[in-house]
């Protein structure tokens, strides 16, 4: 678990500006290439939390983590506010809190399950709604093509 220490420190912490007491990473410094940086980040991340689930991060956990960095990945794409979240959030720093927090104090354990089935209820939802804007963007569309050609 020492590579999971390290490497978070090096993707959140690892370099501070002069003068202050802010620290950055690789996080940070790659969120400054638009769109590749951040692929590349999330990817660092995403074998992060990969390890720590190998080494026995409960399905609740795992899905707190997950959180974390998709957070991180979408607010860290916006250009410019992007990237001072990506200086103040630490998403891999937080899910190393949570890690910790697990194995030293036994909690977020329990079943992933709830929480998936909200999320799967909610993209549903999205889904249904996009569906019902497009067929009423079409429908009027329709009326208004056939009002044109009339």
Known sequence: MRWVDNTTQLLDAKFRIPGTR????????LGLVPGAGDAVSLAMS????????????????VLRMLGNVVLDAIVGSVP?????FDLFFRAN???LRL??????????????????LAIFAV?????????????FVINELLKWAGAVVT
Do not use: C, Q
Not at 123 to 135: D, E, K, N
């Open 93 to 95: 720093s937080r899910n």
């Open 46 to 61: 995403g074998a992060l939390i990969a390890t720590m689930a190998k080494h026995g991060a409960s399905p609740m956990l």
């Open 22 to 29: 802010i620290k950055f990473g690789l996080d940070f410094l």
């Open 99 to 116: 890690m910790r927090e697990h194995y030293n104090e036994g909690k977020h354990n329990g079943h992933a399950w709830p929480i998936l």
């Open 80 to 84: 410019l506010a992007g990237n001072v």
């Open 123 to 135: 993209m549903i939802a999205v889904f249904a709604g996009l569906f019902v804007l497009i067929a």
